[in-house]
């Protein structure tokens, strides 16, 4: 079995083997997939981190024929950070995974990487409001992005996935896959400061999620991540008065 892991801060996975296609989420620096199938200069892989499956620019990857053994629980902090390949400098993203590093050091298939910046230990992170409001708020204003996994550009369940990651929690991809899990809780006024709040179309379909940082107010990627006021309708706009999303459930997971 081959493996895969970006040579880039955020490789795209596409639905289709083609630069035009859409892109369905990311690959984070540090992050493994499994080799699929290959198509051009393209490559379709399976994540390990959240089982996801996507098209990615072979160009942008490193290939492996064994994984490497994970020596931490530590991602990137602080908004970006500096990371260097062979020499040459690159930003990444807060909560990029690091775990692969021994000490500051990676080295793998002819590329050294090392990394001297400031970061988070997941296990020693506390899921509690002060530690979640650091970790949420500073996605605050990141452009909304579909398929986006990163600070750099963001969907409303890789922004949470993201959050949750910073704490050891692994949520699955896509907001419809992480309603199917944890607790429920019965009514608003009983959330609290990291439950998850899901909302439906239409047709009942969950399509955006975000995370309640109290009773009234929820963090999500909407046009951007941006702080709004939710009711037991759902998401009220700051700005416009608007309601944009009508609740449908809440849950919890620690």
């Not at 706009?237 to 620690?254: D, E, M, P, W």
Request: proline fraction near 2%; glycine fraction near 8%; aromatic fraction near 10%.
């Amino acid at each position: 079995m081959s493996f895969v892991m970006p040579l880039v801060a955020v490789c795209p996975m596409r639905k289709e083997a083609a630069h035009r296609s859409e892109m369905v989420s990311q690959l984070l620096f540090g992050e493994l997939a499994t080799v699929l199938e290959t198509a051009g200069d393209f490559v379709r892989v399976h994540t390990l981190y959240d089982e996801y499956e996507g098209w990615c620019q072979q160009s942008q990857l490193i290939f492996m024929e064994e994984t490497p053994v994970a020596s931490s629980n530590r991602l990137s902090k602080g908004w970006s950070s500096k990371l260097e390949i062979n020499g040459n400098s690159m930003m990444i993203g807060a909560g990029t995974p690091l775990n692969l590093f021994s000490a500051n050091t990676l080295s793998v298939e002819g590329f050294h990487f090392t990394y001297d910046s400031a970061c988070w230990e997941t296990d020693k992170a506390s899921f509690a409001e002060d530690q979640l409001n650091v970790v949420a708020r500073q996605f605050l204003n990141t452009a909304y992005l579909w398929g986006g996994r990163s600070i750099f550009g963001i969907d409303c369940s890789g922004f949470v996935q993201q959050v949750f990651r910073h704490f050891g929690i692994r949520l699955p991809r896509d907001a419809y896959q992480q309603a199917a899990i944890g607790e429920t809780i019965g009514f608003l006024q009983e959330a609290h400061c990291g439950d998850l709040a899901f909302f439906d179309n239409a047709e009942g379909r969950i399509t955006h999620v975000g995370m309640m940082l109290s009773a009234d107010s929820i963090i999500h990627a909407s046009g951007q991540v941006r702080i709004d006021p939710i009711d037991n309708m759902g998401i009220v706009h700051a700005q416009s008065g608007k309601r944009t999303h009508q609740l449908r459930i809440i849950k919890r997971y620690a």
